[in-house]
Structures are given as structure tokens and as C-alpha cells.
């Protein structure tokens, strides 16, 4: 039903970790199919981010600590298919690894080694997460940072969304504000602002770079020790999970909300509604 890409004007934004704690979000509390990948080749950190989570059969196919897993799986399996014509029905479901049974789940990325080569396969891909579209109401896609390849100019393109990472950093801000790093195809596009990593106490915070470029407001994810440590754990849902229903007071409170927030408003964006989408207290409890 919806595509959304996450993209930021340089590396080391925080985009995948984001982009993975809205996953958890989103398979969590929602009654949808949600496919999460990545797309740039030999890139594992996403994967890495649900290591401990993924279902018996994905085990097999890497080991814990987060490395690639056996050649010729996930997006290298469809990419395959695609190129043989076959790309249909369950192809691209059939090929991933299970986060959240029937509500999340990884397509592992490329494990080829010619950057090249895989740029040239930029139609595929595209036709891919196409298909993929077909079965998954919510596609979470965690492009390059600062990359205007033919591939992410393509995935933004066809993205309902477009997620813009910014970390309180005067390069990465200078940059997407100004202009000076700008896929062309984000021109049009709808488009959302996400703070990662986000200190209230600096003077880089959300509010004052808002109205200093006279943007719209955006969304925030508050820099957080403990979810950090879970992510290099490979413990991302495992994480939501505990601390999914904390008090106010909790002081994993704050990037819990925020991070809920950002997930029903992307969920909005695309068209669904998250009122009616979201799974009550006892069936969270159940599950």
C-alpha cells in the first residue's frame, strides 16, 4: 500500500538505527505486513539490528554476531527471479527472514561485490519492491546515505514517502537545507523530517533548525544509551518489546513516544489509518 525511503545527505546519520526502531514500532503495534530492506550491496547493519529475533530458518543463515549471510538469499534471491522473468505471487515473501511473525518482515540485502554490477540491476530492484508491494501493506526502505545513484534516484521515485534523516550536525543540515547534496528526484516528492539521534540540549535541536530554515516541524528520535546498545546487540525488537509500556517517568520514556509518533505518522502518510490498524494491550500481551 505504501513505500517509504529513508535517506540523509551524509553517512552516520543514525537513518538505519531510526529506520529499524520504527520497524519494531510498526511490527509491533500494528495489524499490517511491513518488508524492511536495504539497498546498497554488501550492507548487513540492518540485518544486524534483528539478529536475535529472526525466526528459526533465518538463523541458518548467518550466524548472531551480524554477518552476511549465505550468497544467493534476499534481495540477491528476487533479483534472480526478476532477471528469469518469474517474479510473481510470493517471490519476494519467500525470501526473507521473519522478524515478527505475519507483521514484519527483512529482506536481506545484496551480497555482491561490484558495486557496478549491482547498480546496473536498478530496474529489477525497482520492479522488485514493485511485486513486493502486492503482498506487504508498508515497505521500509533504507537507501544510501548521500547517494544519487540511478538506483535511489529510482526508489525515490517510486516511494510514497520520502524520510529525510538529519542529525544535529551543521554539515548534514547546511547540506539538505541548502540544497548542496539533493537527489533531483526528491523535487515534488512528499517529504518528512526525522531528528536522529536528537539532543534537546543542543542548540542544533529540533525546534531551532525549523525555524531557522523556515521548514515545516519534523519528527524526533531522541538519542538513547540503552537502545544503542541493544541495536549493536542485534536486540532492536527485543528492546521495544521491554519497553514498549514504561511509565512516564522511565528514562526510556521519551524515545519510546517519539519513536511511536513517528511510526503512526508515517503509517498516516501512506494512507493507513493507525487508529484502526493498531492491536489493543491483550492481543501485544498474547502474541
Request: glycine letters at 6%; aromatic letters at 8%; hydrophobic letters at 35%.
Amino acid at each position: 500500500m505504501g513505500q517509504i525511503a529513508f535517506w540523509s545527505p551524509y553517512p552516520g546519520s543514525g537513518q538505519t538505527s531510526s529506520m529499524a526502531a520504527i520497524a519494531a514500532v510498526m511490527g509491533s503495534e500494528y495489524h499490517i505486513r511491513c518488508l524492511i530492506a536495504q539497498t546498497k550491496a554488501r550492507e548487513s547493519s540492518l540485518e544486524h539490528s534483528f539478529s536475535r529475533s529472526l525466526n528459526t530458518f533465518s538463523r541458518n543463515l548467518g550466524n548472531l554476531s551480524g554477518t552476511r549471510s549465505i550468497s544467493g538469499t534476499g534481495l540477491d534471491a528476487v533479483i534472480r527471479i526478476a532477471r528469469s522473468g518469474k517474479l510473481e505471487g510470493g517471490a519476494v515473501k519467500n525470501n526473507t527472514q521473519i522478524v515478527e511473525q505475519g507483521r514484519l518482515d527483512l529482506l536481506s540485502s545484496s551480497d555482491q561485490k561490484d558495486q557496478a554490477k549491482f547498480e546496473t540491476a536498478s530496474e529489477l530492484i525497482r520492479s522488485v519492491f514493485d511485486q513486493a508491494s502486492r503482498y506487504y501493506n508498508v515497505i521500509l526502505l533504507d537507501l544510501p546515505a548521500g547517494d544519487d545513484s540511478e538506483l535511489s534516484r529510482k526508489l525515490i521515485a517510486s516511494s510514497d514517502v520520502v524520510v529525510i534523516c538529519l542529525p544535529q550536525s551543521w554539515r548534514s543540515l547546511d547540506a539538505y537545507f541548502n540544497q548542496k547534496i539533493w537527489p533531483r528526484t526528491l523535487n515534488g516528492k512528499k517529504t518528512v523530517l526525522l531528528f536522529t539521534q536528537h539532543d534537546p540540549h543542543s542548540k542544533y535541536k529540533a525546534a531551532n533548525v525549523t525555524r531557522k530554515y523556515k521548514s515545516p516541524k519534523g519528527l524526533i528520535i531522541p538519542y538513547n544509551t540503552t537502545f544503542k546498545d541493544a541495536l549493536n546487540d542485534g536486540d532492536t525488537k527485543g528492546f521495544y518489546k521491554a519497553n514498549q509500556a514504561v511509565e512516564r517517568r522511565h528514562p526510556n520514556n521519551d524515545f519510546i513516544i517519539e519513536v511511536q509518533r513517528a511510526a503512526k505518522q508515517l503509517l498516516d502518510e501512506i494512507g493507513i489509518d493507525s487508529k484502526t490498524k493498531r492491536i489493543d494491550a491483550e492481543e501485544r500481551g498474547a502474541s
